[in-house]
């Protein structure tokens, strides 16, 4: 936890993290001398290392103790016996025997007038606790500020909305641009400019931060250390700070609440010491925190009467709610759960639908994301989560990274993807139709037309073969049906595939050398919703698993399988059970099942039959199946597809309990909406993309009357158990998340070792951990799977790229997506004042030649049509796209969304929508 306001954790924990060296010294110790004194210290140990760990002061402003070595500040100098000059600590490798002077005279000297100096270039009125590292130094050497005067340097850069950069206080020490650059995220914004005196932090050709390549991600904002880059405004009255999880997307990244005296999130800082973000965060993770105590949100339930909505009372709400679900019990009963939720409320929810509604209609978003990965990977392999962990992108020799673009879903997982390919030198080959910003890093773009990465894998996988680079041990000892897929893929020679998918057969065999034989380390496979949001999704991530399988890059440190999950908690909905097909932990409806969670429930009576998944609940209430619906925390008439019939569909639900922040569209056409809590308002967990279950802390009181999820499921389904005389007796008298958390944990062995004593002591663990002495798991599959001894290949053949494809009148492929500035739908972003400055209209990017083609110019407003709905949006041209393709994000600005013209088509296997592809037509408006 930040000490306070201003001041900042120890930047040596920061760099160590950032540069992936938590340096497990060598046990090798060898004996040196400092100040006369000898020490046995790790032979890996720099001489500022060493003195440190001889507890002897020495000033170091540009690097703590284990921080990467910047030698910009040159207040470390020694003295070292047999060796010219005044080398600087933080550098110089240790050597046996060698004798290290921190202090002489002339040596005290030079560091006088070092810091004099330094400090002689920043504002003397804020040389506060900011400055703690320079007035230590100064105080120690007796340094003077007004020894010399600097030549004034008073360019501000105010460009950017939410942070300044001010000369005035920088004393060049260039942990902002190391941050920036390789340091940590590996922007490259800002650099050191000039020379002498005329040295300044800037941009490239020196224009405003907000005209250069800043994603505003703060990270130069994090690591100063003297207020140079400050925050506007600065936050005050900082009286509590809080580690927590972020909510938005599914790298899990960790970050500080600052909470002011009156209630207020002020700040958010990074978190050093989370073991999934290392000290990073994005734009939106740092600066998109204000939706939290936006004027818009829910703060009292309100009960619809008359078509108006009413504040009510939580008694009569729930009096109401419990009167009208009461007529539902059973199959005409379903809910949707929320990814955006913690843990311990996606299990209260589901078990709530189990017990007392006795539905299992419960789904939540990985319906619309990711059902396909998840699909395919239980089929082959029997789990149905990333298999690795980012720390093995670092050590990966190659990464695929397909239908993803991974530096605007997960800022932070990309940067160590980049630091993969650029410090490590791993081979990076780049999947998906569009030009995205990682193309700048790849050895290898593959560009697909649109619904063909069956054919495109499948030549992947026949060149593997064909120039013998499969592992044939795993093959024969870990996996089964190899000979029927080969069969198979044997159809598809690289040339034959490069006239289905229009990816030249060069790129598509050098492709498959770099992943199956990479020069270092395994090889990654990384992908998103541009794989799975297909008719074809199940066949697609089939066809990426089985490339794994033939190479056996699985189960080693460096390699496997990472679908990227979108929301901050779709992985831990899934594991808590809100499943229409198993409980938590994946354990399928079944017999054996059944009799557990009735044991531990204390029940006679749960729905055997599988439910109904989302998109089939969409064609229940259509039918008049499904007649009332419960649904927390999403958003279903902005992320269902063709939105026009969703509304219609949903309209048709006798009773609508909506359970949220805001009054979005959904909520506005519910019966009773109820005032939940936000992730800073409540305590629990969220587990990300790579199975790390990690704590959700509560930062300031909730806003209104709002509660927590599991407090109001669980009030009503007393409520329920109370009006209707059920025999469920104490299922729902929980006091606080980790009660739910360890009844959960009882029922689901990958989770028994967890607990909230080790979260609070030890941080994030990864599941599996099936016992409290259990370090939890970096990587699945190192030696079986769940399934049994053998993982199973699965081929496909080519089929139709799309449910809907280009015609004469809609002579377009639509593809959809997000974008850096918003999160899915915007229901959130777009209440946080600077993302929206960002990103305050929608826009749909499409190749100049088709606005030549069409009539349109850059900049122009223009309609974009399929046969199902309309949009408008503003026309930017760019080369990122191919001719014939748009694109458009998912975001709903000004009312128009990409989802009034999106195919609800589905995959049948996965049942997902085909959000990716659809046939468009535009026109200048």
């Known amino acids: ?119 002689g270039m920043v504002n003397k009125n804020r040389a506060n606790k900011d400055f703690k590292d320079l007035s230590q130094a100064m105080n120690f050497y007796n340094a003077d500020h007004n020894k010399f005067k600097p030549r004034k340097r008073e360019k501000t850069d105010t460009s950017n909305t939410v942070f300044d950069i001010a000369m005035e206080d920088c004393i060049l020490c260039g942990r902002c641009t190391t941050g920036c650059q390789e340091g940590a995220q590996f922007i490259g914004a800002i650099d050191m400019l000039g020379a002498g005196e005329n040295t300044r932090i800037g941009t490239f050709n020196d224009q405003p931060l907000s005209e250069s390549v800043c994603t505003t991600c703060g990270q130069c904002l994090s690591v100063c250390p003297t207020g140079a880059i400050k925050k506007k405004p600065e936050p005050e009255n900082i009286v509590k700070n809080v580690n927590t999880t972020c909510p938005y997307c599914g790298v899990g990244c960790g970050i500080n609440i600052q909470v002011d ?24 993770g740092r600066f998109g ?131 993969a390919v650029v410090e490590k030198g791993a081979k990076l080959i780049i999947i998906n139709p569009r030009r995205i910003e990682m193309c700048d890093y790849a050895d290898l773009w593959l560009r697909p037309k649109p619904g063909t990465d069956v054919a495109l894998l499948n030549g992947i996988a026949k060149t593997i073969l064909d120039e013998k680079l499969e ?62 949001q297909h008719t074809n999704g199940t066949a697609n991530a089939h066809s990426l698993l089985n490339l794994s399988l033939l190479t056996g890059q699985l189960g080693t440190p460096g390699s496997g399988i990472s679908p990227l999950r979108g929301q901050n908690n779709v992985q831990g909905c899934g594991d808590s059970g809100c499943l229409p097909n198993s409980f938590s932990g994946y354990q399928v409806i079944n017999k054996d099942t059944l009799d557990k969670f009735k044991s531990s429930w204390n029940t006679d009576t749960l729905p055997e039959k599988h439910g109904y998944v989302v998109t089939d609940m969409v064609k229940k209430i259509e039918e008049g199946v499904v007649k009332s619906m419960y649904i927390t925390g999403e958003n279903p008439l902005l992320s269902e597809p063709d939105l026009h019939h969703a509304e219609d569909v949903f309209k048709q639900l006798e009773f609508l309990v909506v359970q949220d922040l805001f009054l979005h569209e959904t909520a506005q056409i519910a019966d009773v909406v109820l005032p939940a809590a936000s ?30 999820d599991w407090k109001i499921i669980q009030e009503i389904a007393n409520k329920i158990i109370e009006k209707l005389s059920l025999d469920i007796k104490n299922q729902f008298n929980y006091n606080n998340p980790s009660e739910i958390w360890d009844e959960m944990a009882s029922l689901t062995p990958s989770l028994s070792g967890i607990n909230y004593n080790r979260l609070d002591t030890e941080g994030g663990i990864q599941w599996p951990c099936p016992d409290e002495s259990h370090p939890g798991t970096r990587f699945l599959y190192e030696k079986d799977f769940p399934r049994g001894p053998r993982a199973k290949f699965y081929g496909y053949k080519q089929g139709p790229r799309a449910d809907e494809i280009p015609n004469r009148r809609y002579p377009l492929t639509l593809i959809t997506g997000r974008i850096l500035y918003h999160w899915h739908g915007g229901t959130i972003t777009k209440r946080s004042e600077y993302l929206l400055s960002k990103s305050s209209e929608l826009e749909v990017s499409l190749n100049p030649k088709d606005g030549t083609k069409f009539g349109i110019d850059n900049g122009d407003w223009i309609s974009v049509e399929s046969k199902r709905g309309r949009l408008e949006a503003r026309a930017t041209f760019t080369d990122n796209m191919a001719s014939g393709e748009i694109f458009v994000p998912f975001v709903k600005l000004q009312d128009h969304a990409a989802n009034f013209l999106t195919n609800p088509a589905v995959d049948p296997d996965s049942k997902i929508p085909e959000y990716k592809v659809c046939a468009v037509k535009i026109a200048k408006v």
Not at 89 to 103: A, D, F, V
Not at 684 to 692: D, K, L, V
């Open 1 to 119: 936890m930040w000490p306070g306001a201003s001041s900042r954790k120890s930047y040596n924990k920061l760099f160590k993290i950032f540069s992936q060296k938590v340096i497990i010294h060598s046990m090798d110790n060898i004996k040196i001398k400092i100040d006369g004194q000898e020490i046995s210290v790790p032979r890996d140990f720099t001489v500022l290392d060493a003195i440190n760990h001889s507890k002897q002061y020495i000033s170091q402003l540009c690097k703590d103790s284990d921080m990467k070595a910047l030698g910009a500040c040159r207040t470390c100098i020694v003295q070292i016996e047999g060796v010219r000059g005044f080398p600087a600590s933080c550098s110089t490798p240790i050597n046996e025997g060698m004798s290290i002077k921190t202090s002489d005279p002339k040596l005290n000297e030079i560091r006088n007038n070092v810091l004099s100096l330094t400090a």
């Open 261 to 284: 005296n009156e209630n207020n999130m002020v700040n958010v800082l990074d978190d050093p010491d989370n073991k999934s973000s290392l000290g990073m965060l994005c734009v939106k």
């Open 289 to 419: 925190y204000k939706f939290v105590q936006h004027k818009d949100r829910v703060k009292t339930p309100l009960i619809k009467k008359n078509g108006m909505f009413e504040e009510s009372t939580w008694e009569e709400a729930i009096e109401l709610i419990s009167e009208k679900l009461s007529k539902y019990i059973g199959n005409s009963f379903a809910t949707l759960c929320s990814a955006k939720a913690t843990n311990e409320d996606g299990y209260i929810q589901q078990k709530f639908s189990r017990l007392v509604m006795q539905s299992n209609n419960i789904d939540h978003c990985t319906r619309l994301c990711h059902s396909p990965s998840v699909e395919a990977m239980l089929k082959s392999l029997g789990s149905g989560a990333t298999s690795n962990s980012y720390i093995d992108y670092e050590e990966s020799g190659c990464l695929i990274i397909a239908g993803s673009d991974a530096n605007s879903n997960h800022p932070v997982a990309a940067s160590r993807m980049r630091r």
């Open 471 to 532: 592992d044939e041990n795993f093959i024969k000892n870990r996996t089964e049906d190899f000979e029927k897929w080969k069969k198979i893929i044997d159809q598809y020679p690289a040339e034959k595939v490069e006239t289905i998918t229009g990816v030249k057969a060069e790129d598509i065999k050098q492709a498959a050398r770099y992943y199956a034989k990479p020069k270092f380390g395994g090889s990654c496979l990384i992908w998103g919703m541009g794989i799975t």
């Open 679 to 708: 992730f800073a308002e409540k305590d629990g967990t969220f587990t990300n993309s790579e199975r790390r279950v990690q704590r959700v802390r509560k930062a300031i009181n909730p806003i209104g009357d709002s509660k927590a």
